[in-house]
C-alpha cells in the first residue's frame, strides 16, 4: 500500500514531536542491550551511579544517539507514522486502541 505523495505534508507538531517519539521508542527497543546495562548498573549502585554507570551511561547515550542523527531512520519512522495518520483517517480508532484485544465474551 503506497502512499500518497501528496498527503506526505507534515504538521510541526508531527515533525518536533510525533516522529520524534516514535523514533525514541524503536531507539530504545533497538538499544535494549544498553538500556538493560544501564538498568542494572543504575539499580545495583544506589546513590552512586553517577559515578559508577558512566560507562553504561556512555554506551547507551551512543547507541541511542547514532539512531536520532541517522537519516534513513528518521524516514523509516516517518513513514511508520504516516501509514498510521492514514490509518486512522479512514478508520477514526488510533493504533493503540485498533491493536488492543477486544474481549470474546462480555
Do not use: W
Amino acid at each position: 500500500m503506497a502512499l500518497d505523495p501528496a498527503d506526505q505534508h507534515l504538521r510541526h507538531v508531527e515533525k518536533d514531536i510525533l516522529i520524534p517519539k516514535i523514533m525514541r521508542e524503536k531507539a530504545k527497543e533497538r538499544c535494549s542491550e544498553q538500556v538493560q546495562d544501564f538498568t542494572k548498573c543504575c539499580k545495583n549502585s544506589g546513590v552512586l551511579m553517577v559515578v559508577k554507570c558512566r560507562k553504561e551511561n556512555s554506551a547507551l547515550k551512543e547507541c541511542l544517539t547514532a539512531y536520532y542523527d541517522d537519516p534513513a531512520f528518521y524516514e523509516e519512522c516517518k513513514m511508520e507514522y504516516l501509514k498510521e495518520r492514514e490509518e486512522f483517517r479512514k478508520t477514526g480508532i488510533p493504533t493503540k486502541k485498533r491493536l488492543q484485544k477486544v474481549p470474546t465474551s462480555m
